[in-house]
């Protein structure tokens, strides 16, 4: 299965980027049919639930640290998730993650995950 997560890079305190997690190959029916999520991981830290989207896109789950801030969205024509960041802090960047739930929900148990794409690096500038 192939996740690719894309859109990172540096950005000043308040600023704005948006993530795009596109499917291939074998994963575009999984994108299609289950709850896909955003995970990240700073250096030094374990990795830490994002935001999540249910298959069906009406259901959103956010970590409260991000709530207010970030948007997760799908577009299951394009098999792909995004991720609206605005208002950025020094304290989002990390290595940002999409995966693949094994249902069709959207939950913040990274445990709940079945596939994972590769990472993109968010980086605020204070």
């Known amino acids: 299965v192939q996740l690719q997560a894309s859109g990172g890079g540096l950005v000043q305190v308040g600023g704005s980027l948006r993530l795009s997690c596109a499917a291939s190959?074998?994963?575009?029916?999984?994108?299609?049919?289950?709850?896909m999520g955003w995970f990240r991981q700073a250096p030094g830290k374990e990795r830490e639930f994002v935001a999540a989207?249910?298959?069906?896109?009406?259901?959103?789950n956010y970590a409260d640290s991000v709530k207010g801030r970030f948007t997760v969205s799908r577009d299951n024509a394009k098999n792909a998730i995004y991720l609206q960041m605005t208002l950025l802090k020094p304290e989002d960047t990390a290595v940002y993650f999409c995966?693949?739930?094994?249902?069709?929900?959207?939950?913040?148990?990274?445990?709940?995950?079945?596939?994972w794409g590769r990472g993109t690096q968010v980086t605020v500038s204070s």
């Open positions: 995966a693949a739930a094994r249902g069709s929900g959207g939950p913040a148990n990274a445990e709940m995950y079945q596939y």
């Open positions: 190959g074998r994963a575009v029916r999984t994108v299609s049919n289950n709850g």
């Open positions: 989207i249910a298959w069906r896109g009406g259901y959103t």
